[in-house]
């Protein structure tokens, strides 16, 4: 079970530059997020999309577009990259079970802006 | 005020001891809570829920919640080094349109 796939792990741009990270999940789940987390500030939520076709802004959204391409894709788009956004980014899936939610995570983009 | 908050630790218990881990909510309307596990430059991973006041347990783990403080612990009894990872405490808030708010995160060491 592939889970939560999410490309590139690392990345290096230089200030001004785009990129997209790709995230893509094999578990049929509807909701699906993208998080960036920074030494003893935990996970900060930036975009999430609760089903295809729909997306809403998390805490931190300023200088990020998402896509959620159908159900299995949700991409995050950097159209100019600012030293303030390194960070290590997760995407992540989420179901229902049993009453208890839970969020799989994908193994993280580590992203250094120059 | 941030909106969950945890201390950083580092948290450093001996191998067999009790480790507890304290985490504070704003949001006295918040009623879903969460402990996630992340080791070392790997991905958070859920270790317990806990929606009720009172004491959960699993395993070596048990969650303690307490709504009218406004606080959830973690314990780990018979702490491994295995155990030495990071702890974040996650929360739903109402006011933040019910989503799942992360704390900083408390860093354990157990040292054998």
């Known amino acids: 079970n592939a889970g939560v796939t999410q490309t590139p792990k690392f990345q290096v741009l230089k200030t001004g530059q785009s990129m997209t990270l790709q995230c893509a999940q094999d578990?049929?789940?509807?909701?699906m997020y993208w998080y960036r987390q920074d030494p003893g500030m935990g996970l900060r939520l930036i975009y999430y999309s609760a089903s295809e076709g729909t997306t809403d802004k998390g805490e931190v959204p300023n200088g990020y577009n998402v896509s959620r391409l159908n159900k299995r894709e949700f991409s995050l788009r950097l159209e100019s990259a600012a030293p303030s956004q390194t960070s290590v980014y997760f995407c992540?899936?989420?179901?229902?079970?049993?009453?208890?939610?839970?969020?799989?995570f994908g193994s993280g983009t580590q992203l250094s802006v120059l | 005020q941030k909106e969950v908050e945890q201390n950083s630790g580092p948290l450093s218990v001996p191998e067999g001891a009790i480790a507890s881990l304290n985490c504070t909510y704003s949001?006295?309307?918040?009623?879903?809570f969460f402990w996630y596990r992340q080791y070392s430059g790997k991905s958070p991973e859920l270790i317990m829920s806990i929606y009720s006041n009172g004491d959960k347990e699993d395993g070596r783990f048990t969650a303690q919640l307490n709504k009218a403080s406004q606080y959830v612990s973690l314990l780990i009894r018979d702490s491994q080094p295995s155990d030495s990872a990071t702890y974040l405490c996650a929360v739903k808030i109402p006011a933040a349109g019910n989503k799942l708010t992360f704390g900083g995160g408390t860093r354990v060491l157990v040292k054998p």
């Open positions: 949001d006295r309307g918040s009623q879903s």
């Open positions: 578990m049929n789940h509807n909701s």
């Open positions: 992540a899936s989420s179901e229902a079970r049993g009453g208890v939610e839970k969020l799989f």
